[in-house]
């Protein structure tokens, strides 16, 4: 099969979107001489009313901005991905909050809603009855900034949606424009536009209704440079 140039620039494009957006997940750490206690939780980490199945997932437990604890991969047991969190503290009482990260989407979650207030030696959670760390992110735009000024590919909204999704843009100069939309493994999975375009503002409809939840990329490509931004379906 032959491809063109502008085929492979475009493939190439979407991989260095996609190497460079998960790259960079925190540096938390924790050290256990430190403090006299511990205790343990045992959970599941649920991002955006999904539960996590990814093993490089993220949990930490924090007084204010201090890490009390940390754990950089989970284990399946009885099919669900369970993090076992190893809690350090000097004092009965203390009280903790909790950050998530989602490798999915390189996204730290800056609180879970979940509080615990540490008891030495204390046990919270099972892998039958596990803690639920649920995550809820509110600000997915996370934009890429376009390759040439010819075009500009503004914050898709409502973001994450269900099932519609508006895409707004500008066209400065005439020429032939596709929109599609792309999963995390680079697959295209839609094609909202491909056509000539005029100069103006737009505003282009994606219905994923027929599409499972997740995050995806909306890819806009013209002869002239790629732009591109995530979104998430939510179902």
């Excluded at 998960?22 to 403090?35: L, Q, R």
């Excluded at 190893?86 to 950050?99: A, M």
């Amino acid at each position: 099969m032959k491809y063109d140039s502008q085929y492979w620039y475009w493939f190439f494009s979407i991989v260095f979107i996609s190497n460079n957006l998960y790259s960079d997940p925190p540096d938390w750490s924790v050290n256990p001489p430190d403090f006299q206690f511990n205790a343990s939780m045992t959970g599941v980490l649920i991002f955006n009313g999904e539960e996590s199945t990814d093993s490089n997932d993220i949990i930490a437990a924090f007084v204010g901005d201090e890490c009390r604890g940390v754990k950089t991969d989970g284990i399946i047991i009885s099919g669900r991905m369970v993090f076992g969190l190893t809690i350090f503290g000097n004092e009965n009482g203390e009280s903790l909050t909790f950050k998530a990260y989602d490798a999915s989407i390189d996204h730290v979650f800056d609180s879970t809603g979940y509080f615990y207030n540490f008891v030495p030696n204390g046990i919270v959670g099972s892998a039958q009855d596990p803690v639920e760390w649920n995550c809820v992110n509110s600000d997915l735009s996370n934009e890429f900034e376009a390759l040439p000024s010819n075009f500009v590919l503004y914050p898709a909204y409502p973001n994450p949606f269900n099932p519609v999704l508006n895409i707004p843009l500008t066209l400065d100069k005439p020429g032939e424009i596709s929109v599609s939309v792309v999963d995390l493994n680079g697959h295209i999975m839609d094609t909202i536009i491909r056509s000539f375009g005029e100069p103006g503002n737009y505003t282009l409809i994606w219905n994923g209704d027929q599409f499972p939840s997740g995050v995806y990329f909306i890819s806009f490509n013209s002869k002239r440079g790629v732009a591109g931004q995530k979104v998430l379906l939510l179902k």
